[in-house]
């Protein structure tokens, strides 16, 4: 049989097995959020899991998000460096790029990274260990236990992160092209203040929104279907995070579709 053939062939049983994914992640999602009535039990596990999700994950963001705004800054003003503009275009197209795109997408890919991979683990081990068999036993909801806390706290701390984000890059944007000598602080903000558009703070909050859901709950599937030990903990925490890197970049594309 040629190559073409076998490709060809492949291609049905592939997209059963990708429909076969998705049914089961929306089950996993749907068996979670039955528990949304006694997440006031949960309570403590959800601020403990804002913690580990948002305030442990603070610095690298931050770093990054600077980091951002100043590589946009200094490219805006090289491109602009030879058009005839006010020295307020360069805050004009800064900070919506900022607030509408990397503040929101970078740390995202960050969250994906540090908190996918540490959900999964951990939740992966939980199984290979037969811990979560161990809270069944005793009757418990595991997945309402374990799942929908971690979900909760995306939903808080992810956009959070992101107005932290976006001040960290703006202030950081600005103040490069001040020390760079490209154009003043005062100038920076000013360009930035007469074109802000309070739509561009929420169409970001909303991808943020969107990404922590998506990163928490494939994290938590990949972790709670992990089996094979040691090494099918690594599978589930590498899967965890390539998946969500991969949703990341197909919701930024629908919502700005379906929003901008």
């Known amino acids: 049989m040629s190559a073409a053939r076998r490709i060809l062939f492949a291609i049905p049983n592939t997209v059963s097995s990708v429909l076969q994914q998705i049914g089961n992640y929306a089950l996993f999602i749907s068996q979670a959020f039955s528990s949304i009535r006694e997440c006031g039990a949960f309570r403590e596990s959800i601020f403990r899991q804002m913690v580990r999700i948002g ?13 951002s705004g100043v590589v946009v800054t200094i490219q805006t003003a090289y491109q602009l460096e030879n058009v005839i503009l006010s020295s307020n275009a360069v805050g004009a197209v800064v900070v919506p790029t900022l607030m509408l795109e990397m503040a929101a997408l970078i740390p995202g890919l960050i969250m994906a990274s540090r908190v996918g991979a540490s959900i999964a683990a951990e939740i992966g081990t939980m199984r290979v260990t037969e811990q979560i068999d161990a809270l069944e036993a005793m009757g418990m909801n595991s997945v309402g236990y374990l799942v929908l806390p971690r979900i ?7 956009p959070s992160i992101y107005v932290a984000a976006v001040f960290v890059s703006v202030a950081a944007g600005g103040f490069a092209g001040e020390f760079l000598g490209y154009l003043p602080f005062e100038a920076f903000i000013r360009g930035a203040r007469t074109y802000f558009l309070p739509f561009d703070a929420f169409y970001g909050m909303t991808k943020m929104l969107a990404f922590g859901f998506l990163i928490t709950s494939i994290a938590c599937w990949k972790g709670f279907t992990a089996s094979g030990g040691a090494d099918g903990v690594g599978r589930a925490t590498t899967s965890a995070v390539v998946l969500s890197c991969v949703n990341i970049l197909i919701a930024d594309y629908v919502l700005a579709a379906l929003l901008l």
Do not use: N, R
């Open 152 to 158: 909760l706290a995306g939903a808080v701390m992810f």
């Open 55 to 67: 305030v442990e994950s603070l610095p690298v963001v931050m770093l990054a998000s600077a980091f």
